[in-house]
């Protein structure tokens, strides 16, 4: 079974920074495009940053220069890191991927098939 679980998340003060980890299991991650997408409570959903196969990196407009995505394949893993964090970035973040045709968890740019439980991000 896909397995997605994020880590990482927390409180920290503006202008701090954090890093997120998503540690992928259960299928061939090296192939995969992996994303970042996060949900403020009663708001829509919004793709952060995405990662695919080959490296190439993709964000929403609010985050370049901010936020950087990278990823481990030795690891399966997929990060985030956070730096300067504004009070408008405290959310819950999501680590996504689609490994099938399903569409179980979408944004306005984009459809996964698997998401992981998420990891609250708090600034203040």
């Known amino acids: 079974d896909v397995q997605l679980v994020e880590s990482g998340g927390g409180s920290v003060q503006a202008g701090g920074s954090l890093r997120l980890s998503c540690a992928a299991s259960?299928?061939?991650?090296?192939?995969?495009?992996m994303g970042w997408i996060r949900q403020v409570s009663g708001k829509e959903r919004e793709g952060v940053a995405s990662?695919?196969?080959?490296?190439?990196?993709t964000y929403t407009d609010s985050v370049k220069g901010q936020f950087t995505i990278s990823r481990d394949n030795a690891k399966s893993t997929v990060y985030l890191q956070m730096d300067r964090l504004k009070s408008e970035d405290t959310a819950l973040y999501y680590c996504?991927?689609?490994?099938?045709?399903?569409?179980?968890?979408?944004?306005?740019?984009?459809?996964?098939?698997?998401r992981g439980q998420g990891t609250q991000v708090t600034v203040s």
């Open positions: 259960g299928f061939t991650y090296s192939s995969y495009c």
């Open positions: 996504a991927t689609r490994v099938s045709s399903d569409c179980t968890f979408s944004t306005p740019d984009g459809c996964y098939s698997h």
């Open positions: 990662i695919d196969s080959d490296g190439e990196t």
